[in-house]
C-alpha cells in the first residue's frame, strides 16, 4: 500500500478536463512540495510537474498542478489521446527520511 | 544531453547474485545524486535508495537496508545496485533517476534511465 493516495483510475474524452488527486499527510505533501510523472506504457516515467506547479522544458501547458494542504492536483486540460498513461505524484517524507510515491492513476482516453 | 543508459534485462534463479548498472553522459555526473526506483509488476513506483558520486555517500530506505548494496565508479560515470542473494519477490523493473533540485525535500528526479527488469524464477 502506498503513502500517498490516488484513484487506481481516470478517465475522459478528447478535449476535456481531467484532474487527479494525491492525498498524503503532514509528515509529506503537508510539509513540502509535490511533483508529478507521466509513465507512457513501456516506458520509464518523466518528471511532468515539479515544486507543485513547474512544468520541465518540452510539457505543454495543458499539464498544470496545484497543492491545498496534504493534497496534491494534477490537471489535464485539453485532453488528447497520447495523454494515455500512468500518472505518479512524490513528495518527500520525513517520517521516512526519504521520497514517496502514489500508487499511480491510469488514465484512459476514451 | 543528458542520459542515462541502464543495462539489459537478467533472469537470475533464486539465491543468485546479480549487479546491474547505469551509466550517465551529458552532465557532470559528480555532482548529481543517483537514486534507484522499484516497480513491482502492476505495482507504482518505489524509492530505494539514493548516491552521491563525488563522494559515494550513500542513503537507503529502511526496507532495502541490508537487501541491496549502492555503488559507484566515478572514472566510467556508473552508478550500480547489487543483490548477494536473489528472491523470488525482487522481480521488478528498476530504474535509475538523476536528482535534479538542490535539497532533497520537495526534490525530485527529473532524467530517468530505461529501466532494467529482473526476472527471479527457479
Known amino acids: 500500500q502506498s503513502v500517498l493516495t490516488q484513484p487506481p483510475s481516470a478517465s475522459g474524452t478528447p478535449g476535456q478536463r481531467v484532474t487527479i488527486s494525491c492525498f498524503g499527510s503532514s509528515s509529506n505533501i503537508g510539509s513540502t512540495d509535490v511533483n508529478w510523472y507521466q509513465q507512457l506504457p513501456g516506458t520509464a516515467p518523466k518528471l511532468l510537474i515539479y515544486s507543485n506547479s513547474l512544468r520541465p522544458s518540452g510539457v505543454p501547458d495543458r499539464f498544470s498542478g496545484s497543492k491545498s494542504g496534504t493534497s496534491g492536483f494534477l490537471v489535464i486540460s485539453g485532453l488528447q489521446s497520447e495523454d494515455e498513461a500512468d500518472y505518479s505524484c512524490t513528495a518527500w517524507d520525513d517520517s521516512l527520511d526519504g521520497w514517496v510515491f502514489g500508487g499511480g492513476t491510469k488514465l484512459t482516453v476514451l | 544531453e543528458v542520459r542515462l543508459v541502464q543495462s539489459g534485462a537478467e533472469v537470475r534463479r533464486p539465491g543468485e547474485s546479480l549487479k546491474i548498472s547505469c551509466k550517465g553522459s551529458g552532465y557532470n555526473f559528480d555532482a548529481y545524486w543517483i537514486g534507484w526506483v522499484r516497480q513491482m509488476p502492476g505495482k507504482g513506483l518505489e524509492w530505494m535508495g539514493i548516491i552521491y558520486p563525488d563522494n559515494s555517500d550513500t542513503r537507503y530506505r529502511p526496507s532495502f537496508r541490508g537487501q541491496v548494496v549502492i555503488s559507484v565508479d566515478r572514472s566510467v560515470t556508473t552508478a550500480y545496485m547489487q543483490w548477494s542473494s536473489l528472491e523470488a519477490s525482487d522481480t521488478a523493473i528498476y530504474y535509475c533517476?538523476?536528482?535534479?533540485?538542490?535539497?532533497?525535500?520537495?526534490?525530485?528526479?527529473?532524467?530517468w534511465g530505461q529501466g532494467t527488469l529482473v526476472t527471479v524464477s527457479s
Open positions: 533517476a538523476r536528482f535534479g533540485a538542490p535539497s532533497f525535500r520537495g526534490g525530485y528526479f527529473d532524467f
